[in-house]
């Protein structure tokens, strides 16, 4: 199966600043997600991005497919971005990968 | 998107016995997943539930283990039987629809 590598494994932030996180995938693929795991497990979908480059508000994300590489930055961050970052990665929505995920802790 | 209904939230069971997950999308979909989350760890797919066959497990899931339901095309379950205290983790369904879609998760602990 597909190799997903995530880094950095655990970050910490001051509320305000600004972080990337990384994702690696093993093989080339045509799907890729961002998920968000608050807190209470809740799995949110942040971004569907095989390739390009999308923005929802402070959240954006970049994926290099060509490189095998995607990026989620997180700008001005705030505490209730707190929680575990999850990317995946798979062909045409079968068999996603996860990766091991970044966890984010945003402090007041 | 489509919202996913999953239940129960949580629950403690007695080693041996089975716990029944379910869950139900607001939408038809083709494709259902169920995917096992030990704690601390990442994500790991259990099986693909396929609606009107059998389900398609990964390896190191077995469906003596992990029987999956799947009647139509809003509605699946994940049983978890025989279990002991290895099987505590959260267990999460997930949906095919724009990108894919996560149930709540069932946090299970088992006694």
């Known amino acids: 199966g597909i190799q997903v590598e995530q880094s950095p494994p655990d970050l910490i932030l001051q509320e305000g600043a600004n972080s990337t996180l990384r994702c690696n995938f093993s093989?080339?693929?045509?799907?890729l997600q961002w998920f968000h795991q608050n807190p209470w497990g809740q799995l949110i979908n942040l971004f569907y991005?095989?390739?390009g480059t999308k923005q929802n508000g402070r959240l954006s994300a970049t994926t290099v497919a060509t490189e095998r590489y995607s990026l989620l930055y997180i700008s001005s961050s705030q505490t209730t971005d707190s929680g575990v970052y999850f990317c995946a990665a798979g062909y045409n929505f079968n068999k996603f990968y996860f990766g091991s995920g970044t966890k984010l802790n945003v402090k007041p | 998107s489509a919202v996913i209904s999953q239940k129960p939230s949580r629950d403690i069971c007695q080693r041996g016995t089975s716990l029944t997950i379910q869950c139900q999308v607001d939408s038809q979909v083709t494709m259902m997943f169920w995917y096992r989350q030990q704690p601390g760890q990442s994500l790991t797919l259990i099986a693909t539930?396929?609606?009107?066959?059998?389900?398609?497990?990964e390896s190191g899931f077995v469906i003596d283990k992990f029987p999956i339901s799947r009647p139509n095309l809003t509605f699946s379950t994940l049983t978890v039987s025989n279990m002991s205290p290895e099987d505590s983790s959260i267990y999460l369904c997930?949906?095919?629809?724009?990108?894919?879609?996560f149930g709540s998760g069932t946090r299970l602990t088992v006694v």
């Open positions: 093989d080339s693929v045509n799907n």
């Open positions: 539930a396929n609606q009107g066959s059998e389900a398609t497990y």
């Open positions: 997930s949906a095919l629809t724009v990108g894919y879609t």
């Open positions: 991005i095989p390739s």
